[in-house]
Each structure stands twice: as C-alpha cells, then as structure tokens.
C-alpha cells in the first residue's frame, strides 16, 4: 500500500500555508445519498421551524427560557426546581451523540446537525440557484465587479439576510415562547424596541455564520470533530475511501479504457479529484479520517458516478471501518458500543422514571431563620415559610395543609385556603402547633400534607424545634 505524506494534518484544509482563508466552491452534489439527505434535512427543517409553536397540553413542545427560568422539552415542563431532570436530559443527548460517533462516526454533523442542514440544505442551494455549479461560482469570484456580478451578489446576500431573519425569529420562538413572539409581532416593532435589537442581532449572527464562516463553524468552533479522535476506532463506520483496491501496487492513475487495470497493478482510483471538488468543506477523503469531514455522503455519490461511468465497481468511497477495509471483517458491536448503550438505557430508565414521580405542584415548606419556638397556652409552636409552584396550565384551587404525623394542627396566616394560577407561584407563612407530650425530642420530625380540594397531593417533611424538658 502507498504510504502517504501526513503533513496535510499540520493544517486545515480551508486555510493556507500564510494563515489566509481558502474560500471553498463546493461542486453540486448529486446521487442516493443526496437524496436521501434532502428528505432527512426537510423533515428536521419542519420540525425545527414547526417545534416552537406545537403545543401538548398547551406547554410548547420545546421551550428554553432561559430568561424565566421555564423550559420545555417535548412538551413536559421545567422549572428551576426540575433542574436534575433538565441535567439529566442533557447527558442523554451527549451519551446519544457519542454513541452514534462511536459506532457511525460523525453522522450527526452530516445529517442532523442544524448548522449543516441550514448551510448544505438552504443556503447552499440558493447559492447554487443564483451563482451556479462551482465553475460558476469560481469565476464570478474572480470577476470584476461588474453589472451582473453586482446583481448576482446583491440577489444573494438580500436572500441570506432574510432567511437569517427568519431564523432569528425562530430561534427567538425556543428562548421567549413562541405565543409572547406573537404578541410581539402584532404590537410591531415600534413598541418593542429592546426586542429588535435583540432579533437583529441573532440575524447579523445567523447572517455572519451562512455568509462567511460558513464550514469554519464545523472546523474551527465545533469541538465536536476534534472528539472523533477519542471516540473512533478501527471498527467504526466512516465515510471512508477504500485505500486498499483504491491503490493497489502502483496507486492511482488517470483512466484509460484500453488498459486492464488488474493486470497493470494500478489502483480503481482513476484521480479525478471530483471527491474533492464536492466535498463542502474542502478536503480530500483519499488522505483518511480527518476532523474537517462531517460525514455528509456526497464524496460517495460523486465516486460511484465516476465508477458507474467507467466501467468499475462502485464503493470505492462508503460506509466502512477501516477494519473491513484491511480485514475484510463485517461490522460488529463492540464492548465499548454495549458500554454507551447501557448507560444510555439507564439514563433514559432514571428520566422515565423521575417524570412519572414528579409532582405537578412543587412544594417547599421551612422554617423560619432565626426563629425559636414559642408557648401558646399548652401548646408548642413553630412559624414556617411555604413556597408553592404550579408547573400546569392550570390553575390549582382550594390548596390547604393538615399535620399528617405527628397529631397537631396548622394555622395559615391569612386566607385558611390558598389557589397559584397557572404556571404562577405562591408563598406565605404557617404556624404548626403541637402538644409537648406528642414531641419526642428538641427536634421532632413532622410530615405535612398538601390537599387540593381535600385530596393528597404532595407530603413534606421537615424539623419541629420545642424544649429540651417536657414534663
């Protein structure tokens, strides 16, 4: 096998030896795969546009008001008091991500990733539409800035401006809630200045990352690809080119259709640099893994064009680990793969099982800092403070407290009955009144009920202070 020269892993492909940008003209990508992105990458553009604004049991389905401290995630509610469930959320979605870059390698950035869908789905092929194919493009770059070049330009980065506006206002649905962007909306930018400012800001960001940092972000900000070297291994599945019956004894050469290739020893590589010419973030797939690819599948389609066209077996570029590629062996399921999926199952167990357990109404029940017992007549009593939050889109009426254990009473400071409106809070004081014979000690554990028209609720634990001597 060819050895090659590594020095491409000094640098990336989209900047040069000087530290100047090299600006990528991708060729338009065509085949299987391609297709099979283009529907994959819709459908996510729906859901990503559509999930803001679908609501199930009027909580939107995903929702991270980080301003207010409320979040949503397919259509269950947390709040700050939830925040374990949030955490927990979020390390399920790190252990699925490694163990799909685990087994299929960086399959996300190719076909899931928002960043790559917006820039290879829609930005690109507007792109394409206006400028045309690479050739197009490359010489309308270097074309002076004449009437059509100008025309051409200008078309683009109005489109580019507009749908980043619209992004932004989607972006702006997952942080304010998609019915407080509504209401904004129809009071008009006039009366919400602050929140122009702030929607014209994520559109100059969207603008600024779909105009010109485009594959930069998957190169350079997302630390993602540089994690493919911790997590891949021999038995990965890659977008990977098949070195071994790519060049052979003699390595690549150009094609020519009266020669027997596997009698000249020379690779089915014909080297037509066409993987290279369509691949969005400009790098050649013959040199390995490297962090700059996303997996994005049109190299394959590009190679099997080329094979089909010269008479050659297709999948020279493919799914493959490097393991089949050199050993022939088949795809297996290894311990590290078992490993991720067990954990993944039990966090997803934990998660299920929290949800189920979780109380629609958060109950927090203290006592007072600073505050001793006091005597009232033959009875101990101690002052406590209650915080109740309702998670519904309910309102919660008639909420009142009984002393479970030990026998006692309580006395709320105002109202004997309490309602919290729908996703609103309530706090107050109680008074909890025990007879000292009941007391066990200068610290007594009591359990304090919820009741919600009479019926339990919630329960709540928590310290009586009374005197040391009781009798």
Not at 225 to 239: A, C, E, F, P, T
Request: hydrophobic share 45%.
């Amino acid at each position: 096998m060819t050895k090659y020269n590594e020095s491409f892993r000094d640098n990336i492909s989209t900047v040069d030896e000087t530290g100047k940008r090299v600006w990528v003209f991708p060729k338009i990508p065509s085949g299987k795969f391609y297709q099979k992105r283009k529907i994959a990458s819709y459908v996510l553009l729906t859901f990503l546009i559509a999930a803001p604004f679908i609501k199930i049991n009027e909580n939107q389905f995903l929702l991270f008001n980080i301003i207010d401290r409320k979040f949503s995630i397919f259509g269950f509610p947390f709040w700050p008091q939830d925040f374990y469930l949030f955490v927990i959320s979020m390390l399920i979605g790190v252990i699925f991500v490694a163990l799909f870059t685990v087994a299929f390698g960086r399959i996300f950035c190719g076909w899931i990733c928002p960043q790559t869908i917006f820039m290879e789905m829609v930005f690109r092929r507007i792109e394409f539409w206006i400028e045309g194919d690479r050739g197009a493009q490359i010489r309308l770059n270097k074309q002076k800035w004449d009437a059509e070049k100008i025309r051409k330009k200008s078309l683009k980065w109005l489109l580019f401006f507009v749908i980043s506006f619209m992004i932004a206002n989607v972006f702006l649905a997952y942080i304010i809630g998609s019915d407080e962007l509504l209401e904004l909306m129809i009071q008009g930018p006039a009366n919400n200045g602050s929140t122009l400012i702030a929607l014209l800001i994520f559109t100059a960001v969207f603008y600024f990352v779909y105009a010109w940092f485009r594959e930069q972000v998957c190169i350079i900000a997302c630390p993602y690809g540089r994690l493919q070297g911790v997590l891949l291994d021999n038995k990965s599945m890659i977008v990977a080119y098949d070195h071994v019956r790519g060049e052979k004894e003699k390595g690549r050469a150009k094609f020519n259709k009266s020669e027997d290739r596997n009698l000249t020893g020379k690779g089915d590589c014909i080297d037509c640099k066409l993987c290279v010419a369509v691949c969005p973030t400009g790098i050649d797939i013959r040199n390995g893994t490297q962090l700059e690819c996303i997996n994005c599948t049109a190299c394959i389609d590009e190679c099997d064009a080329i094979m089909e066209k010269v008479n050659l077996p297709k999948g020279l570029i493919r799914y493959a680990s490097e393991d089949e590629i050199i050993k022939k062996e088949k795809f297996i399921i290894t311990a590290r793969m078992k490993g991720y999926a067990a954990v993944l199952a039990i966090l997803c167990g934990i998660l299920v099982g929290l949800l189920f357990l979780r109380s629609n109404l958060d109950v927090s029940i203290l006592r007072l800092p600073g505050q001793l017992f006091q005597h009232k007549g033959n009875k101990i009593s101690n002052v406590y403070t209650f915080k109740l939050v309702n998670k519904t889109h309910e309102d919660k009426k008639n909420i009142s407290f009984k002393l479970i254990e030990p026998v006692g009473e309580i006395k709320l400071v105002g109202k004997p009955t309490i309602s919290v409106q729908k996703e609103g809070m309530s706090q107050g004081t109680l008074f909890v009144e025990i007879v000292p014979e009941l007391l066990e000690a200068d610290k007594t554990k009591i359990t304090i009920g919820v009741f919600e028209n009479e019926k339990l609720i919630e329960t709540q634990n928590t310290n009586f202070l009374g005197p040391r001597v009781f009798k």
